[in-house]
C-alpha cells in the first residue's frame, strides 16, 4: 500500500445539446466542465479511517478494527458488479448511520463505504486514511457532482491500494492515468454511481473520468477524439426542477402530437450530430465561422426544447439578457429552470464577460465562468499545489 498523500481531481459535466432527445434513442453530447471536485487523501495509522465533505458538513470516522471484524463477504471479491439492494442494505448496517440522517449525507457515505471496503478488501488489512473532498460544484445542480465524487474516490482508492500505479513522476504538477487505468477508475466509479443513483446512464461518470466531449446513443458511450476546451458562462437560474416530471412532460406531448415532436427530436439529433462534427474539425485553432455554426445550433436547440415544453421564464430571461448582448445561450440538463450555458467566443473583452455576468447575476442568478471540454480525472502533486487547488484548501 502506498504511504504518500494523494489529491485527485475529477470535472463536472453538462450536456451541450441532447437532453431530452437521449431518453428517445437519439445522440446527447455530454462535455465535462472545468468546474472539479478534489479529494485529498492521507495514509495514516490511528486505525481510523476518516471522511470529511466540507461542503455538505459531513464528518465521520470508523475504527478500521471494527470495519475489519465485519462479515463484508457480501460485497463482491474481485471482480465490478452491480451493488445490489441487499448489499446496500447491509452497508447501512455498517455506516451506522442515524434513522434522521439526510438523503445527501446517507448516499455519500454508502458509497465511499461501498468502494472503501469493496476496493481495499484485497489488502492484508483495511487501510487507516484520512480522506477529504471538497468541490466547485453545486450539489443537485444536474451538474454531476455525485460523478464526480464517485470518480475521484475510486481514482484514489485503486491507486493508494496500487491496483494501479500513480502516475505523477518527480517534478510533475499534474498528470492522468493510462487508458486502461482509466477504464477500471470508469467502472467502480460507476459502482458508487449505481449506489447513489440506482440505476443511472454511466455518462456523468464517464465524462468526468474521461474529460473532453463524449457522445452518448442508446446505452452506447464513445469519447470525441478532438474536442477543444470552450469557454462558457454557466448559470444556475436556482429555479428547482424536476427531472422525472420534465421528461414525463416530453413523453406525453410526444404521444399527443407525435407528427410534430417527433421531427423535434429527429431535428435535435440533427444537431447533436453538426455539432460533433464541427468540434471534430475545430481541434487546436478554432475558426471564427466555427464559432458562428455552434451559436446557431445552441439557438435552434433552445427554441425546440422549448417547443418541447422543457423551457421556463427564467431561462427565457437568461437567454434574453445574454442575446442583447450578443452571446447566445440554451438550457442544459432537463430544463424547467436549473442552468444554462452561454457560449464565450475567444476575442471577447473581459469587460464585457464581467458585464454580462453582472447582469445575469442582478437576475437573481449564479453565474460563473468556466470552461467545457476540461481533462478528466487527474492527479496532482501535494507538496507544489497550483494556486486553485491551495485557494480551496484554504477556504476550508
Ligand atoms: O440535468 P440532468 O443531468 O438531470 O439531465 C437530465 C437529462 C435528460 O435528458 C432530461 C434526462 C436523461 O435521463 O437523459
Sequence with gaps: MLSEVLLVSAPGKVILH????????????????????????????????????????????????GLQSL??????????????????????????????????????????????????????????????????????????SSAAYSVCLAAALLTVCEEIPNPLKDGDCVNRWTREDLELINKWAFQGERVIHGNPSGVDNAVSTWGGALRYHQGKISSLKRSPALQILLTNTKVPRNTRALVAGVRNRLLKFPEIVAPLLTSIDAI???????????????????????????????????ALGVGHASLDQLCQVTRARGLHSKLTGAGGGGCGITLLKPGLEQPEVEATKQALTSCGFDCLETSIGAPGVSIHSATSLDSRVQQALDGL
Design 18 to 65: 441532447g437532453e431530452h432527445a437521449v431518453v428517445h434513442g437519439k445522440v446527447a453530447l455530454a462535455v465535462a466542465l472545468n468546474l472539479r471536485t478534489f479529494l485529498r487523501l492521507e495514509p495514516h495509522s490511528n486505525g481510523k479511517v476518516d471522511l470529511s465533505l466540507p461542503n455538505i458538513g459531513i464528518k465521520r470516522a470508523w475504527d478500521v478494527a
Design 71 to 144: 462479515d463484508t463477504s457480501f460485497l463482491e471479491q474481485g471482480d465490478v458488479t452491480t451493488p445490489t439492494p441487499e448489499q446496500v442494505e447491509k452497508l447501512k448496517d455498517v455506516a451506522g448511520l442515524p434513522d434522521d440522517c439526510a438523503v445527501t449525507e446517507r448516499l455519500a457515505v454508502l458509497a465511499f463505504l461501498y468502494l472503501y471496503l469493496s476496493i481495499c478488501q484485497k489488502q492484508r488489512a483495511l487501510p487507516s486514511l484520512d480522506i477529504i473532498v471538497w468541490s466547485e460544484l453545486p450539489p443537485g445542480a444536474g451538474l454531476g
Design 272 to 306: 447533436s450530430l453538426e455539432c460533433e462534427r464541427v468540434l471534430g474539425e475545430m481541434g487546436e485553432a478554432p475558426a471564427p465561422e466555427q464559432y458562428l455554426v455552434l451559436e446557431e445550433l445552441i439557438d435552434m436547440n433552445q427554441h425546440h426544447l422549448n
